[in-house]
């Protein structure tokens, strides 16, 4: 691999007059691994953490949502369906502009995204204009700017760490889940659902749009070769041994079938909890703990991947999530949904940032950005079928048990197409690709 040095990698974070127009131009290689990298992924984390927070209140309010607007837990739950996929095209979309304009302009547009569609969901006077502000603002801008661009953007700072990096920018996804689910509940209880999300509008929009501000240095370019040992990662342009179309698209079939089976007690715990007769406030409990065990398990899965890989490490999440979601259908008492909610964060939190290193490690280095929100949009449309296909099936039945028992066959499929894909990269299988050293 060939890292194209300036001759000055000083880079400040600020600067004025003509030193302006270096933010359009590729930082220095030696800035890879370094101190700065370092202060852009704590910026990047607290912008994730910030810019995710309609993920998660959602479930909070979605009983509040249903009683105001006076509608079924189906369709209350449809809020949440369309805000992922509008972070699923947002991811996308916000990761092809971030590899043409920068990730900073992108997520400017995000905070700004946040802050209108916090206050419009807040005056909404019914559920299509509280659906409509949380798929086109707070998902496509403000969700979709804060997460695919950002995971792609500190993929392209680290090498070395380039696991555990992800891994944490990644972190913030759940540690908005940590962070806001209490804070939103005691909200609602003390100011009421309308006036809490018009707070969380001005907190997370003007955040995210101050935390622009230092991250408008491009990163470094990066040049492909494959012999360096410098590098640990050579990009394919046949992943796999198939098309890099056909890849991406398997990889986003596998991201959705997970992320339906994740999104059910994600979208659902606080419903499920009030219809076994425990308090909204006990449910809000058991997501901020299973978010916060989720952090946990990011931030491992990140120093996995870097020991075996993004492809093993997906198979291993997607086999601990399953048996997680089992645990859920024999044990309703309240502690015992204390224990598995944390289980179930411990052991799925690994699963999504995966994806991020797999596309990472086998696709060409100019394409992560756009790679990376092509397929985590997957994930997003997982969540977004999987948390209404829950609703719609307790709808139908009158029980989670089913709603469950969904969850667990599409997670099945997400683990049979991680153990075809290690199949067609095994040892002394004729392949097209070049693997790299800690890749199977």
């Not at 997460?147 to 700072?157: E, Q, S």
């Not at 935390?211 to 012999?227: K, V």
């Not at 089992?326 to 690994?350: C, D, H, K, R, T």
């Amino acid at each position: 691999m060939t890292l194209p040095e300036p001759s000055d990698t000083r880079v400040p974070l600020l600067p004025r007059g003509p030193d302006r127009e270096r933010f359009d131009l590729p930082a220095g290689a030696s800035l890879i691994d370094s101190r700065f990298a370092a202060w852009r992924l704590a910026a990047a984390l607290l912008a994730s953490t910030l810019g995710s927070a309609p993920m998660y209140v959602l479930a909070v309010v979605l009983p509040e949502i249903q009683r105001d607007f006076a509608i079924g837990r189906g369709e209350a739950a449809l809020a949440y369906t369309v805000t992922m996929i509008g972070l699923g095209v947002g991811g996308y979309l916000c990761g092809r502009w971030a590899d043409r304009w920068g990730v900073a302009r992108v997520l400017a547009l995000g905070g700004l995204g946040t802050l209108a569609g916090f206050l419009l969901a807040a005056a909404a006077p019914n559920l299509m204009v509280f659906a409509l502000a949380h798929c086109v603002l707070l998902g496509f801008l403000g969700m979709g700017s804060t997460f695919a661009p950002l995971v792609a953007d500190t993929a392209l700072w680290w090498q070395r760490r380039r696991g555990v990096a992800v891994a944490v920018v990644a972190s913030g996804n759940f540690l908005a889940g940590t962070v806001w689910p209490p804070v939103v509940q005691a909200g609602i209880e003390a100011f009421g659902w309308r006036l809490t999300f018009s707070a969380l509008g001005v907190i997370c929009g003007l955040g995210v749009l101050v935390l622009s501000l230092g991250m408008r240095q491009r990163p470094p370019r990066i040049t492909n070769a494959i012999g360096s040992a410098a590098v640990s990662i050579h990009g394919s342009d046949r992943p796999f041994g198939l098309s890099p179309l056909a890849a991406q698209w398997l990889l986003f079939f596998a991201a959705v079938c997970c992320c339906v089976a994740m999104a059910m007690p994600q979208v659902h715990i606080v419903a499920y909890c009030t219809d076994l007769g425990f308090s909204a406030a006990r449910g809000a409990e058991m997501l901020s703990l299973m978010l916060g065990f989720g952090v946990i398990s990011r931030l491992a899965s990140g120093w996995i991947s870097d020991q075996i890989g993004g492809l093993r490490t997906l198979l291993l999440g997607s086999v601990l999530q399953a048996v997680a979601l089992v645990l859920f259908l024999p044990f309703e008492s309240l502690g015992s949904l204390y224990v598995i909610s944390a289980m179930f964060g411990l052991f799925q939190g690994g699963i999504f940032p995966a994806y991020a290193i797999i596309v990472r490690e086998y696709f060409p280095t100019e394409q992560v950005g756009a790679r990376t929100g092509g397929v985590l949009v997957g994930g997003q449309v997982g969540m977004a079928l999987g948390g209404w296909l829950s609703g719609k099936v307790f709808d139908l039945t009158g029980s989670y048990d089913a709603a469950f028992l969904n969850g667990i066959a599409w997670n099945l499929v997400n683990l049979a197409i991680a153990i075809w894909l290690l199949w067609r990269i095994r040892p002394g299988r004729p392949s097209r690709f070049v693997a790299s050293p800690g890749v199977p």
